[in-house]
Protein backbone atom coordinates (compact mmCIF):
# COMPACT_ATOMS: atom_id res chain seq x y z
CA UNK A 1 0.00 0.00 0.00
CA UNK A 2 2.94 2.43 1.52
CA UNK A 3 4.61 1.17 -1.46
CA UNK A 4 2.38 2.19 -4.12
CA UNK A 5 1.69 5.85 -3.37
CA UNK A 6 5.60 6.80 -3.43
CA UNK A 7 6.33 7.06 -6.97
CA UNK A 8 9.51 8.76 -7.17
CA UNK A 9 13.08 6.78 -5.56
CA UNK A 10 13.89 7.55 -2.62
CA UNK A 11 16.90 9.53 -2.00
CA UNK A 12 20.55 7.38 -2.44
CA UNK A 13 21.43 7.12 1.50
CA UNK A 14 25.27 7.19 0.61
CA UNK A 15 25.19 10.32 -1.04
CA UNK A 16 25.85 12.85 1.82
CA UNK A 17 28.25 10.18 3.02
CA UNK A 18 30.28 10.24 -0.10
CA UNK A 19 29.99 14.37 -0.60
CA UNK A 20 31.12 14.47 3.28
CA UNK A 21 34.30 12.27 2.50
CA UNK A 22 35.30 14.24 -0.77
CA UNK A 23 34.94 17.37 1.20
CA UNK A 24 36.75 16.52 4.03
CA UNK A 25 39.59 14.66 1.48
CA UNK A 26 39.81 18.08 -0.12
CA UNK A 27 40.40 19.60 3.26
CA UNK A 28 42.57 17.40 4.43
CA UNK A 29 45.01 17.67 1.00
CA UNK A 30 44.99 21.27 0.47
CA UNK A 31 47.41 22.07 2.63
CA UNK A 32 49.74 19.45 1.86
CA UNK A 33 49.94 20.79 -1.70
CA UNK A 34 50.81 24.15 0.06
CA UNK A 35 53.48 22.98 1.76
CA UNK A 36 55.13 20.45 -0.13
CA UNK A 37 55.07 23.79 -2.85
CA UNK A 38 53.44 22.07 -5.84
CA UNK A 39 53.54 24.58 -8.26
CA UNK A 40 52.40 22.82 -11.45
CA UNK A 41 51.77 26.01 -13.48
CA UNK A 42 55.63 26.80 -13.09
CA UNK A 43 56.03 24.37 -16.07
CA UNK A 44 53.71 26.38 -17.75
CA UNK A 45 55.21 30.02 -17.56
CA UNK A 46 56.73 31.53 -20.38
CA UNK A 47 60.33 30.98 -19.50
CA UNK A 48 60.33 27.36 -18.59
CA UNK A 49 58.53 26.44 -21.73
CA UNK A 50 61.15 27.62 -23.58
CA UNK A 51 63.62 26.05 -21.72
CA UNK A 52 62.32 22.75 -21.96
CA UNK A 53 61.22 23.20 -25.76
CA UNK A 54 65.11 23.86 -26.27
CA UNK A 55 66.34 21.19 -24.34
CA UNK A 56 63.62 18.51 -25.90
CA UNK A 57 64.38 20.31 -29.28
CA UNK A 58 67.97 18.97 -28.52
CA UNK A 59 66.73 15.30 -28.40
CA UNK A 60 65.97 15.00 -31.98
CA UNK A 61 67.72 13.65 -33.91
CA UNK A 62 69.28 10.78 -30.72
CA UNK A 63 73.07 10.73 -30.74
CA UNK A 64 73.70 7.92 -32.76
CA UNK A 65 77.48 8.48 -33.71
CA UNK A 66 79.46 5.39 -34.37
CA UNK A 67 81.75 6.25 -31.15
CA UNK A 68 79.04 7.75 -28.84
CA UNK A 69 76.95 4.25 -29.31
CA UNK A 70 80.38 2.08 -28.81
CA UNK A 71 80.04 4.51 -25.57
CA UNK A 72 76.49 3.46 -24.82
CA UNK A 73 76.96 0.10 -25.63
CA UNK A 74 79.88 -0.30 -23.05
CA UNK A 75 78.12 1.75 -20.67
CA UNK A 76 75.00 -0.28 -21.37
CA UNK A 77 76.77 -3.82 -20.51
CA UNK A 78 78.07 -2.55 -17.68
CA UNK A 79 74.88 -1.47 -16.07
CA UNK A 80 73.15 -4.92 -17.33
CA UNK A 81 76.48 -6.73 -15.37
CA UNK A 82 76.00 -4.21 -12.71
CA UNK A 83 72.26 -5.39 -12.15
CA UNK A 84 72.54 -8.71 -12.88
CA UNK A 85 75.62 -9.40 -10.77
CA UNK A 86 73.83 -7.52 -8.13
CA UNK A 87 70.27 -9.53 -8.49
CA UNK A 88 72.91 -12.74 -8.33
CA UNK A 89 74.39 -12.23 -4.93
CA UNK A 90 70.73 -11.02 -4.12
CA UNK A 91 69.30 -14.60 -4.20
CA UNK A 92 72.33 -15.69 -3.05
CA UNK A 93 70.93 -14.20 0.04
CA UNK A 94 67.15 -14.02 -0.24
CA UNK A 95 66.83 -18.06 -1.06
CA UNK A 96 68.21 -19.43 2.39
CA UNK A 97 66.24 -16.85 3.91
CA UNK A 98 63.39 -17.29 2.20
CA UNK A 99 63.00 -20.93 3.16
CA UNK A 100 63.94 -20.22 7.07
CA UNK A 101 61.13 -17.73 6.89
CA UNK A 102 58.43 -19.56 5.21
CA UNK A 103 55.86 -20.61 8.14
CA UNK A 104 54.59 -22.89 5.88
CA UNK A 105 57.23 -25.09 6.06
CA UNK A 106 57.42 -25.21 9.91
CA UNK A 107 57.40 -28.85 10.79
CA UNK A 108 56.47 -28.07 14.09
CA UNK A 109 53.30 -26.24 13.34
CA UNK A 110 52.08 -29.74 12.10
CA UNK A 111 49.19 -31.22 14.49
CA UNK A 112 49.20 -28.00 16.92
CA UNK A 113 49.22 -25.10 14.28
CA UNK A 114 51.60 -23.82 16.76
CA UNK A 115 55.25 -22.91 15.80
CA UNK A 116 57.55 -23.91 18.71
CA UNK A 117 59.72 -20.71 20.44
CA UNK A 118 62.77 -21.45 18.94
CA UNK A 119 61.40 -21.34 15.33
CA UNK A 120 58.74 -18.60 15.59
CA UNK A 121 62.20 -16.37 16.86
CA UNK A 122 64.40 -17.55 14.18
CA UNK A 123 61.67 -16.34 11.73
CA UNK A 124 61.13 -13.39 13.48
CA UNK A 125 65.21 -12.57 13.39
CA UNK A 126 64.84 -13.41 9.65
CA UNK A 127 62.14 -11.07 8.96
CA UNK A 128 63.37 -8.13 11.00
CA UNK A 129 66.69 -9.02 8.70
CA UNK A 130 64.89 -8.73 5.59
CA UNK A 131 62.71 -5.39 6.55
CA UNK A 132 66.24 -3.67 7.71
CA UNK A 133 68.15 -4.67 4.20
CA UNK A 134 65.27 -3.21 2.36
CA UNK A 135 64.53 -0.32 4.73
CA UNK A 136 67.70 1.77 3.20
CA UNK A 137 67.13 2.59 -0.55
CA UNK A 138 70.13 1.47 -2.69
CA UNK A 139 70.92 4.65 -3.42
CA UNK A 140 71.97 5.15 0.19
CA UNK A 141 73.89 2.05 0.06
CA UNK A 142 75.38 3.31 -2.51
CA UNK A 143 76.86 6.39 -1.31
CA UNK A 144 77.57 4.47 1.94
CA UNK A 145 79.71 1.87 -0.20
CA UNK A 146 81.26 4.06 -2.64
CA UNK A 147 82.97 5.87 0.94
CA UNK A 148 84.07 2.08 1.55
CA UNK A 149 85.05 0.73 -1.61
CA UNK A 150 85.47 3.66 -3.69
CA UNK A 151 83.90 4.91 -7.16
CA UNK A 152 82.98 2.44 -9.31
CA UNK A 153 80.43 -0.60 -9.96
CA UNK A 154 81.14 -2.83 -6.73
CA UNK A 155 79.12 -0.23 -5.00
CA UNK A 156 76.47 -0.52 -7.02
CA UNK A 157 76.37 -4.17 -7.12
CA UNK A 158 76.80 -4.45 -3.07
CA UNK A 159 74.07 -1.85 -2.91
CA UNK A 160 71.67 -4.21 -5.18
CA UNK A 161 72.60 -6.95 -3.99
CA UNK A 162 71.84 -5.87 -0.36
CA UNK A 163 68.36 -3.93 -0.60
CA UNK A 164 67.41 -6.29 -3.12
CA UNK A 165 67.92 -9.04 -0.78
CA UNK A 166 65.27 -7.97 1.69
CA UNK A 167 62.62 -7.33 -1.26
CA UNK A 168 63.17 -10.66 -2.63
CA UNK A 169 63.17 -12.45 0.29
CA UNK A 170 60.08 -11.00 1.84
CA UNK A 171 58.00 -10.83 -1.18
CA UNK A 172 59.19 -14.83 -2.41
CA UNK A 173 58.42 -15.79 1.02
CA UNK A 174 54.75 -14.16 0.77
CA UNK A 175 54.38 -15.81 -2.60
CA UNK A 176 55.07 -19.22 -1.62
CA UNK A 177 52.74 -18.80 2.01
CA UNK A 178 50.29 -17.56 -0.58
CA UNK A 179 50.13 -20.71 -2.65
CA UNK A 180 47.69 -23.93 -1.58
CA UNK A 181 49.15 -25.94 0.88
CA UNK A 182 47.66 -29.06 0.40
CA UNK A 183 50.49 -30.39 -1.70
CA UNK A 184 53.29 -29.46 0.66
CA UNK A 185 51.39 -30.25 3.69
CA UNK A 186 50.43 -33.71 2.35
CA UNK A 187 54.44 -34.40 2.03
CA UNK A 188 55.43 -32.55 5.39
CA UNK A 189 52.55 -35.26 7.04
CA UNK A 190 54.34 -38.37 5.36
CA UNK A 191 57.78 -37.45 6.63
CA UNK A 192 59.27 -35.42 4.04
CA UNK A 193 61.83 -32.95 4.66
CA UNK A 194 61.05 -29.23 4.70
CA UNK A 195 63.17 -28.51 1.43
CA UNK A 196 61.71 -31.72 -0.25
CA UNK A 197 58.00 -30.18 0.27
CA UNK A 198 58.86 -26.64 -0.88
CA UNK A 199 60.41 -28.59 -4.31
CA UNK A 200 58.16 -31.30 -4.66
CA UNK A 201 54.78 -29.07 -2.99
CA UNK A 202 54.78 -25.28 -3.78
CA UNK A 203 57.81 -24.73 -6.29
CA UNK A 204 54.84 -26.09 -8.93
CA UNK A 205 52.60 -23.71 -8.47
CA UNK A 206 54.78 -20.95 -7.41
CA UNK A 207 56.96 -21.25 -10.22
CA UNK A 208 56.07 -18.95 -12.41
CA UNK A 209 55.04 -16.24 -9.86
CA UNK A 210 58.40 -16.53 -8.74
CA UNK A 211 60.06 -16.16 -11.75
CA UNK A 212 57.74 -13.12 -12.68
CA UNK A 213 58.92 -11.59 -10.17
CA UNK A 214 62.43 -11.83 -10.11
CA UNK A 215 62.37 -10.61 -13.53
CA UNK A 216 60.80 -7.48 -12.58
CA UNK A 217 63.43 -6.94 -9.99
CA UNK A 218 65.94 -7.79 -12.10
CA UNK A 219 64.55 -4.78 -14.41
CA UNK A 220 64.23 -2.63 -11.11
CA UNK A 221 67.66 -3.78 -10.29
CA UNK A 222 68.46 -2.34 -13.86
CA UNK A 223 66.80 1.07 -13.56
CA UNK A 224 67.97 1.27 -9.67
CA UNK A 225 72.16 0.99 -11.53
CA UNK A 226 71.54 3.62 -13.42
CA UNK A 227 70.28 5.63 -11.09
CA UNK A 228 73.37 4.59 -8.89
CA UNK A 229 75.65 5.59 -11.84
CA UNK A 230 74.65 9.18 -10.84
CA UNK A 231 76.53 9.07 -7.68
CA UNK A 232 79.30 7.40 -8.97
CA UNK A 233 78.85 3.77 -9.89
CA UNK A 234 79.83 3.89 -13.31
CA UNK A 235 77.38 2.47 -16.24
CA UNK A 236 74.52 4.56 -18.51
CA UNK A 237 74.08 6.53 -15.27
CA UNK A 238 77.22 8.06 -15.40
CA UNK A 239 77.22 8.71 -19.03
CA UNK A 240 73.61 10.35 -18.79
CA UNK A 241 74.70 12.45 -15.75
CA UNK A 242 77.42 13.47 -17.83
CA UNK A 243 75.42 14.18 -20.75
CA UNK A 244 73.19 16.24 -18.50
CA UNK A 245 75.47 18.29 -17.43
CA UNK A 246 77.04 18.69 -21.19
CA UNK A 247 73.54 19.33 -22.15
CA UNK A 248 73.80 16.80 -24.56
CA UNK A 249 70.19 16.14 -25.55
CA UNK A 250 70.70 13.91 -28.23
CA UNK A 251 72.61 11.72 -25.89
CA UNK A 252 70.34 12.06 -22.90
CA UNK A 253 67.72 10.86 -25.91
CA UNK A 254 69.67 7.69 -27.17
CA UNK A 255 69.85 6.60 -23.57
CA UNK A 256 66.02 6.86 -22.65
CA UNK A 257 65.99 4.55 -25.81
CA UNK A 258 68.15 2.17 -24.43
CA UNK A 259 66.41 1.92 -21.05
CA UNK A 260 62.80 1.76 -22.84
CA UNK A 261 64.58 -1.14 -24.71
CA UNK A 262 66.15 -2.84 -21.59
CA UNK A 263 62.85 -2.63 -19.86
CA UNK A 264 61.16 -4.24 -23.29
CA UNK A 265 63.41 -6.71 -23.38
CA UNK A 266 63.23 -8.14 -19.32
CA UNK A 267 58.92 -8.10 -20.31
CA UNK A 268 59.40 -10.12 -22.83
CA UNK A 269 61.79 -12.81 -21.38
CA UNK A 270 59.15 -12.79 -18.78
CA UNK A 271 56.35 -13.39 -20.70
CA UNK A 272 58.42 -16.31 -22.39
CA UNK A 273 59.66 -17.85 -18.96
CA UNK A 274 55.98 -17.33 -17.66
CA UNK A 275 54.25 -19.20 -20.54
CA UNK A 276 57.25 -22.26 -20.57
CA UNK A 277 56.48 -22.71 -16.71
CA UNK A 278 52.54 -22.26 -17.14
CA UNK B 1 51.34 -53.06 17.77
CA UNK B 2 50.81 -50.50 14.73
CA UNK B 3 48.97 -47.91 16.68
CA UNK B 4 46.85 -47.72 19.72
CA UNK B 5 44.73 -44.93 20.05
CA UNK B 6 43.74 -44.35 24.40
CA UNK B 7 41.05 -42.02 25.48
CA UNK B 8 41.56 -39.59 22.28
CA UNK B 9 40.09 -36.34 22.53
CA UNK B 10 40.52 -34.05 19.39
CA UNK B 11 39.65 -30.16 19.02
CA UNK B 12 40.20 -28.33 15.59
CA UNK B 13 42.65 -25.42 15.87
CA UNK B 14 40.10 -22.98 15.59
CA UNK B 15 39.24 -19.64 18.35
CA UNK B 16 39.31 -20.77 21.44
CA UNK B 17 35.36 -19.80 21.95
CA UNK B 18 34.52 -21.94 18.87
CA UNK B 19 36.44 -25.22 19.00
CA UNK B 20 34.08 -27.94 18.25
CA UNK B 21 34.96 -31.58 19.73
CA UNK B 22 36.10 -33.49 16.79
CA UNK B 23 36.45 -36.92 18.61
CA UNK B 24 35.74 -38.04 21.78
CA UNK B 25 36.89 -40.54 24.30
CA UNK B 26 38.33 -42.59 20.93
CA UNK B 27 39.84 -45.67 21.59
CA UNK B 28 41.02 -48.16 18.82
CA UNK B 29 44.34 -49.89 18.21
CA UNK B 30 45.09 -52.24 15.68
CA UNK B 31 47.98 -54.97 15.74
CA UNK B 32 50.75 -54.85 12.21
CA UNK B 33 48.48 -56.08 9.06
CA UNK B 34 45.75 -55.50 10.02
CA UNK B 35 43.20 -54.18 7.65
CA UNK B 36 40.34 -51.94 8.96
CA UNK B 37 37.15 -49.83 7.18
CA UNK B 38 36.43 -46.66 8.89
CA UNK B 39 32.76 -46.15 7.97
CA UNK B 40 30.35 -43.49 9.34
CA UNK B 41 28.29 -40.62 7.88
CA UNK B 42 29.66 -37.35 6.86
CA UNK B 43 31.23 -35.01 9.17
CA UNK B 44 31.40 -38.16 11.57
CA UNK B 45 35.42 -37.35 12.14
CA UNK B 46 36.67 -40.21 10.00
CA UNK B 47 39.16 -37.65 8.23
CA UNK B 48 39.81 -36.31 12.09
CA UNK B 49 40.61 -39.95 12.96
CA UNK B 50 42.83 -41.22 10.43
CA UNK B 51 44.90 -37.23 10.88
CA UNK B 52 45.14 -37.83 14.55
CA UNK B 53 46.65 -41.35 13.67
CA UNK B 54 49.22 -39.63 11.22
CA UNK B 55 50.47 -37.36 13.80
CA UNK B 56 48.65 -34.09 11.90
CA UNK B 57 46.69 -33.62 14.62
CA UNK B 58 47.13 -33.50 17.97
CA UNK B 59 45.04 -35.27 20.48
CA UNK B 60 43.76 -32.80 23.56
CA UNK B 61 43.24 -35.78 25.94
CA UNK B 62 44.45 -39.21 25.27
CA UNK B 63 47.27 -40.64 24.13
CA UNK B 64 48.31 -42.03 21.06
CA UNK B 65 50.88 -44.75 20.77
CA UNK B 66 52.14 -45.60 17.45
CA UNK B 67 54.41 -48.68 16.61
CA UNK B 68 54.60 -48.51 20.17
CA UNK B 69 56.21 -45.36 21.10
CA UNK B 70 53.55 -42.26 22.42
CA UNK B 71 54.27 -40.21 19.76
CA UNK B 72 53.68 -37.04 21.29
CA UNK B 73 55.77 -37.11 24.10
CA UNK B 74 59.17 -37.49 21.47
CA UNK B 75 61.17 -34.74 20.58
CA UNK B 76 60.15 -32.49 17.43
CA UNK B 77 62.82 -34.37 15.05
CA UNK B 78 62.09 -37.93 16.15
CA UNK B 79 58.12 -37.43 15.75
CA UNK B 80 58.72 -36.45 12.23
CA UNK B 81 60.99 -39.78 11.92
CA UNK B 82 58.43 -41.73 12.62
CA UNK B 83 56.20 -40.33 10.18
CA UNK B 84 58.52 -41.58 7.34
CA UNK B 85 56.76 -45.25 8.59
CA UNK B 86 53.09 -43.93 7.91
CA UNK B 87 51.73 -42.52 4.77
CA UNK B 88 48.52 -40.51 4.83
CA UNK B 89 46.49 -40.24 1.68
CA UNK B 90 44.48 -37.29 1.78
CA UNK B 91 40.68 -37.35 0.34
CA UNK B 92 42.02 -35.04 -2.49
CA UNK B 93 44.53 -35.74 -4.19
CA UNK B 94 47.37 -33.84 -3.03
CA UNK B 95 49.51 -33.47 -6.24
CA UNK B 96 50.56 -30.24 -8.00
CA UNK B 97 49.16 -29.54 -11.00
CA UNK B 98 51.62 -28.15 -12.86
CA UNK B 99 53.79 -31.10 -11.89
CA UNK B 100 54.29 -34.29 -13.91
CA UNK B 101 52.73 -37.60 -12.80
CA UNK B 102 56.40 -39.22 -12.89
CA UNK B 103 57.55 -36.54 -10.12
CA UNK B 104 54.49 -36.36 -8.47
CA UNK B 105 54.44 -40.80 -7.67
CA UNK B 106 58.17 -40.62 -6.76
CA UNK B 107 57.32 -38.25 -3.93
CA UNK B 108 56.17 -41.20 -2.36
CA UNK B 109 59.68 -41.94 -1.68
CA UNK B 110 60.80 -38.79 -0.34
CA UNK B 111 61.42 -39.54 3.23
CA UNK B 112 63.66 -42.01 1.97
CA UNK B 113 65.84 -39.61 -0.17
CA UNK B 114 68.29 -37.45 1.12
CA UNK B 115 68.31 -34.08 0.15
CA UNK B 116 70.75 -34.66 -3.08
CA UNK B 117 68.78 -37.31 -4.29
CA UNK B 118 65.70 -35.32 -4.02
CA UNK B 119 66.65 -32.32 -5.91
CA UNK B 120 68.45 -34.83 -8.97
CA UNK B 121 65.24 -36.12 -9.14
CA UNK B 122 63.19 -32.97 -10.26
CA UNK B 123 65.75 -32.54 -13.50
CA UNK B 124 65.84 -36.66 -13.88
CA UNK B 125 63.21 -38.85 -12.30
CA UNK B 126 65.53 -41.21 -9.88
CA UNK B 127 63.14 -44.08 -10.52
CA UNK B 128 61.08 -43.91 -13.19
CA UNK B 129 60.39 -47.78 -13.58
CA UNK B 130 59.18 -47.39 -9.71
CA UNK B 131 57.34 -44.63 -10.73
CA UNK B 132 56.08 -46.83 -14.19
CA UNK B 133 55.26 -50.13 -11.99
CA UNK B 134 53.46 -48.34 -9.51
CA UNK B 135 51.00 -46.42 -11.99
CA UNK B 136 50.67 -49.79 -14.04
CA UNK B 137 48.83 -51.27 -11.03
CA UNK B 138 46.07 -48.21 -11.67
CA UNK B 139 46.62 -48.95 -15.33
CA UNK B 140 47.77 -45.38 -15.42
CA UNK B 141 51.13 -46.28 -17.17
CA UNK B 142 50.97 -44.34 -20.05
CA UNK B 143 50.08 -41.35 -17.82
CA UNK B 144 53.48 -41.65 -16.84
CA UNK B 145 55.23 -38.22 -18.39
CA UNK B 146 52.22 -36.75 -18.36
CA UNK B 147 51.06 -33.56 -16.32
CA UNK B 148 48.61 -33.78 -13.44
CA UNK B 149 46.33 -31.54 -14.82
CA UNK B 150 46.34 -33.19 -17.98
CA UNK B 151 44.55 -35.96 -15.97
CA UNK B 152 40.65 -36.44 -14.76
CA UNK B 153 39.54 -36.54 -11.44
CA UNK B 154 39.58 -40.65 -10.96
CA UNK B 155 43.12 -40.86 -12.54
CA UNK B 156 44.19 -37.83 -10.16
CA UNK B 157 42.92 -39.74 -7.57
CA UNK B 158 44.38 -43.54 -8.57
CA UNK B 159 47.89 -41.56 -9.24
CA UNK B 160 47.04 -40.63 -5.64
CA UNK B 161 47.31 -44.22 -4.73
CA UNK B 162 50.65 -44.71 -6.92
CA UNK B 163 52.12 -42.55 -4.76
CA UNK B 164 51.22 -44.58 -1.88
CA UNK B 165 52.20 -48.11 -3.12
CA UNK B 166 55.43 -46.42 -3.95
CA UNK B 167 55.87 -44.93 -0.84
CA UNK B 168 57.79 -47.76 2.10
CA UNK B 169 55.42 -47.05 4.72
CA UNK B 170 53.74 -49.58 7.68
CA UNK B 171 51.12 -48.19 8.18
CA UNK B 172 48.48 -46.80 5.25
CA UNK B 173 45.70 -44.34 6.09
CA UNK B 174 43.56 -43.55 3.01
CA UNK B 175 40.94 -40.84 3.20
CA UNK B 176 37.94 -41.99 1.14
CA UNK B 177 39.69 -43.49 -2.02
CA UNK B 178 37.76 -44.03 -4.12
CA UNK B 179 35.36 -40.75 -3.96
CA UNK B 180 36.19 -40.31 -7.80
CA UNK B 181 35.99 -43.62 -9.63
CA UNK B 182 33.00 -45.52 -11.05
CA UNK B 183 32.29 -49.08 -9.24
CA UNK B 184 34.24 -51.08 -11.62
CA UNK B 185 37.22 -49.22 -10.88
CA UNK B 186 36.25 -48.52 -7.44
CA UNK B 187 36.84 -52.07 -6.66
CA UNK B 188 40.15 -52.77 -8.66
CA UNK B 189 41.82 -49.63 -6.69
CA UNK B 190 40.46 -51.51 -3.54
CA UNK B 191 41.69 -54.95 -4.32
CA UNK B 192 44.86 -53.13 -5.32
CA UNK B 193 45.61 -51.33 -1.99
CA UNK B 194 44.51 -54.18 -0.48
CA UNK B 195 47.32 -56.45 -1.93
CA UNK B 196 49.74 -54.31 -1.21
CA UNK B 197 48.95 -53.16 1.70
CA UNK B 198 48.84 -57.51 2.65
CA UNK B 199 51.99 -57.79 0.79
CA UNK B 200 54.14 -55.46 2.82
CA UNK B 201 52.50 -56.43 6.07
CA UNK B 202 51.74 -53.00 6.28
CA UNK B 203 48.53 -51.44 8.62
CA UNK B 204 45.98 -49.69 6.28
CA UNK B 205 42.72 -47.95 7.80
CA UNK B 206 40.83 -46.51 4.91
CA UNK B 207 37.53 -44.56 5.38
CA UNK B 208 34.87 -45.35 3.06
CA UNK B 209 31.17 -44.49 2.05
CA UNK B 210 30.80 -47.71 -0.03
CA UNK B 211 29.43 -49.58 2.85
CA UNK B 212 28.81 -52.66 0.37
CA UNK B 213 32.53 -52.55 -0.30
CA UNK B 214 33.40 -52.03 2.98
CA UNK B 215 31.65 -55.15 4.25
CA UNK B 216 32.81 -57.53 1.61
CA UNK B 217 36.19 -56.57 1.24
CA UNK B 218 37.71 -55.78 4.84
CA UNK B 219 38.07 -58.30 7.90
CA UNK B 220 37.11 -55.63 10.43
CA UNK B 221 34.64 -52.67 10.41
CA UNK B 222 34.50 -49.26 12.85
CA UNK B 223 31.58 -47.12 12.63
CA UNK B 224 32.52 -43.93 13.94
CA UNK B 225 29.22 -41.26 14.23
CA UNK B 226 29.15 -37.42 16.18
CA UNK B 227 33.06 -37.84 17.19
CA UNK B 228 32.28 -41.12 18.76
CA UNK B 229 33.17 -44.75 17.94
CA UNK B 230 29.34 -46.43 17.55
CA UNK B 231 31.06 -50.03 16.73
CA UNK B 232 34.27 -51.88 16.20
CA UNK B 233 33.59 -55.63 15.11
CA UNK B 234 34.36 -57.95 12.69
CA UNK B 235 32.44 -58.06 9.25
CA UNK B 236 30.37 -61.03 9.75
CA UNK B 237 29.02 -59.17 13.28
CA UNK B 238 28.15 -56.24 11.78
CA UNK B 239 24.88 -56.63 11.10
CA UNK B 240 22.20 -54.81 8.79
CA UNK B 241 20.69 -52.54 11.87
CA UNK B 242 24.35 -51.89 12.86
CA UNK B 243 24.49 -50.13 9.81
CA UNK B 244 21.16 -48.25 9.50
CA UNK B 245 21.55 -46.95 13.30
CA UNK B 246 24.95 -45.51 11.94
CA UNK B 247 23.19 -43.59 8.83
CA UNK B 248 20.11 -42.61 11.03
CA UNK B 249 19.32 -39.04 10.43
CA UNK B 250 22.26 -38.31 9.40
CA UNK B 251 23.27 -35.01 9.45
CA UNK B 252 20.88 -33.09 7.67
CA UNK B 253 21.24 -29.68 9.14
CA UNK B 254 17.40 -29.82 9.58
CA UNK B 255 17.21 -32.81 11.84
CA UNK B 256 19.67 -30.84 14.41
CA UNK B 257 17.70 -28.31 15.26
CA UNK B 258 16.55 -29.63 19.23
CA UNK B 259 18.11 -28.63 21.88
CA UNK B 260 19.63 -31.26 23.02
CA UNK B 261 21.29 -31.82 19.65
CA UNK B 262 23.08 -28.07 19.79
CA UNK B 263 26.32 -29.94 20.00
CA UNK B 264 26.29 -31.59 17.15
CA UNK B 265 25.06 -28.95 15.39
CA UNK B 266 27.68 -27.10 15.90
CA UNK B 267 30.49 -29.71 14.92
CA UNK B 268 29.03 -31.39 12.25
CA UNK B 269 29.47 -27.95 9.46
CA UNK B 270 33.08 -27.71 10.96
CA UNK B 271 34.56 -31.00 11.89
CA UNK B 272 35.77 -31.57 8.02
CA UNK B 273 39.19 -30.77 7.80
CA UNK B 274 40.70 -31.70 3.92
Known amino acids: ?278 | MSFVLDGVTVRHHAPLAQRPLALTEVSLNAAAGEQIALIGPSGAGKTTLLHTLACAMRPQAGELRLFDTQAWNLPEAQRHALRKRLFLAPQTPPLPPRQRVVTAVLAGLLPQWGMRQALASLLKPADPQCAYDALARFSLQDKLYARVDRLSGGERQRCSMARLIVSQAELLLVDEPLSALDPTLAMHTLTVLQQEAAARRATLVCSLHQIELARAHFPRIVGLRDGCVMFDAPRHQVSDDMIAALYKHATTPASASTPQDQEPKQILPLIRCF
Open chain 1, 1 to 278: MAASTIRTAPPDPAWRGRVTASVLTLVVLWPMLVWSEFKPWVLLDAQSLAATGRFLADFFPPAHSAEFLRLAAEATWQTVAMATAGMTLALLGAVPMTIIATERLSISRIGTGRIRILGRAVRLFVRWLLVGLRSVPELVWALLLVRIVGLGPTAGVLAIALTYCGMLGKVYAEILESADPHASDALLRNGASRLAALCYGTLPESASELVSYTIYRWECAIRGSVVMGFVGAGGLGQRMDESMKMLAGGEVATMLIIFVLLVACADSISKMLRRRLA
